[in-house]
C-alpha cells in the first residue's frame, strides 16, 4: 500500500512541474511604426520609422534596446562624426508605469546633409520593482547636434513594441510606480524572447515543485516506518 501512495505522490508532484512548465507566459516582441512629428531649429519635420526594442537579463535586471529601422529629421548641413547624440524616453506599462532612459552612442560616420539621420541602438537597464507583465513603447526622441536639440514625438499612439513576464527581487507584487530608470549596462541574453527561452527560463520553478515532491514523499515514508 505504501509503495503505491509513495509512487502517485512523486507521479503528482511531477505533473505539477509539467503543468509549471505548460503555464510559462512567453514574452512578446513586435516592430511597430512610430510617426515622430520633430521640432527642429530650422522648422517642423515629421517621419515615420519601424522601432523595434528588445530585453536582454543583465544581472537582476534587463538590457532595453530600442532600434530605429529609417531615420526620422535631416541637417541642413554634413554631422562629422561623433557630431549628433541620440537619447529617448520608453514609456512602462502593466504592471509598472513611468519611463525608462535609454540613450546611444554618437554617430559612428559623418551624416551627409538634408539626408536622413541613422538613429544609433538606443539602451538602458531595466529593473523590476513590481513583478507581473511590463510593457514597452517608444516614446519621445531628443537628438543633439552641432549645439542644437531636436525632440520628436510619436503622434500616432504607437503600440506597446515589447512585452516581459518580470519578477521583482526580494519576490515583489504585481503593481505600479511612477518612478523613472536608466543607466545603460550589458548582458546575456534575455531567457523570456519565446516560448522555447521562457520554459527553459521556469524550469527552475518546476524543478522546486518536483524537489518539494520529493521531500514529501520522503517525509510521508519517514513516518510510515516509524509507525510500524
Not at 138 to 158: D, E, Q, W
Request: hydrophobic content about 35%; aromatic content about 4%.
Amino acid at each position: 500500500m505504501y509503495p503505491k501512495r509513495t509512487a502517485a505522490l512523486a507521479s503528482a508532484a511531477a505533473l505539477a512541474g509539467s503543468a509549471v512548465l505548460m503555464a510559462a507566459p512567453a514574452a512578446r516582441a513586435d516592430v511597430v511604426d512610430v510617426n515622430y512629428q520633430c521640432k527642429t531649429p530650422i522648422g517642423d519635420k515629421s517621419a515615420v520609422s519601424p522601432i523595434d526594442i528588445k530585453g536582454v537579463k543583465s544581472g537582476s535586471g534587463y538590457q532595453i534596446t530600442m532600434t530605429f529601422e529609417k531615420g526620422v529629421s535631416s541637417s541642413p548641413v554634413d554631422l562629422g562624426k561623433g557630431a549628433m547624440n541620440p537619447s529617448a524616453v520608453i514609456k512602462l506599462g502593466g504592471a509598472e508605469t513611468g519611463t525608462l532612459a535609454v540613450k546611444g552612442p554618437a554617430n559612428p560616420e559623418t551624416v551627409p546633409a538634408n539626408t536622413p539621420i541613422k538613429i544609433t541602438d538606443l539602451t538602458g537597464t531595466y529593473t523590476p520593482k513590481k513583478s507581473g507583465k511590463v510593457t514597452f513603447t517608444p516614446g519621445v526622441l531628443t537628438i543633439k547636434a552641432l549645439g542644437t536639440t531636436t525632440t520628436c514625438t510619436p503622434s500616432n499612439s504607437p503600440k506597446v513594441s515589447l512585452t516581459l513576464d518580470v519578477t521583482a527581487a526580494g519576490g515583489g507584487t504585481t503593481g505600479t510606480t511612477g518612478s523613472s530608470q536608466d543607466a545603460p549596462a550589458g548582458g546575456e541574453e534575455l531567457p523570456q524572447t519565446g516560448p522555447e527561452d521562457s520554459a527553459i527560463a521556469l524550469g527552475t520553478l518546476g524543478g522546486t515543485v518536483l524537489l518539494a515532491g520529493a521531500a514529501g514523499v520522503l517525509w510521508l515514508t519517514r513516518r510510515n516506518q516509524a509507525h510500524r
